[in-house]
């Protein structure tokens, strides 16, 4: 059984058991998991739904992977520069994104 679930602007392809990197979500220090109610689709093997744009009453529970500040997982270093010809001028930026990690426990449909 499989899901695609939108969060934070991106969609991602999950099942029970992945543990996948979303976009940084404030939670609450005590909290353990999370709810991801926009469901885009549910494939349980012999039943396909696909919502418009969502589905109704669907929603996928996800672990934290570690709980409290240890959650949030840094990115690549990414340098972005700024360049203009012929002015003699560059800047270079630099940017880490963080994430939070988390383990998909179960795909309610």
């Given at each position: 059984?499989?899901?695609?679930?939108?969060?934070?602007?991106?969609?991602?392809?999950?099942?029970?058991?992945d543990v996948i990197e979303i976009d940084l979500v404030d939670v609450a220090d005590d909290a353990k998991s999370i709810e991801i109610n926009k469901v885009l689709f549910v494939n349980n093997g012999s039943e396909i739904k696909v919502g418009k744009p969502y589905l109704d009453g669907a929603k996928v529970v996800a672990k934290l992977n570690i709980v409290g500040d240890d959650a949030i997982v840094k990115g690549p270093k990414l340098y972005p520069a700024q360049f203009r010809r012929r002015k003699n001028s560059?800047?270079?930026?630099?940017?880490?994104?963080?994430?939070?990690?988390?383990?998909?426990?179960?795909?309610?449909?």
């Open positions: 059984m499989y899901a695609i679930v939108e969060q934070g602007g991106k969609q991602y392809k999950v099942s029970q058991g560059r800047r270079r930026i630099g940017h880490r994104q963080k994430y939070t990690q988390v383990i998909i426990e179960k795909i309610e449909a």
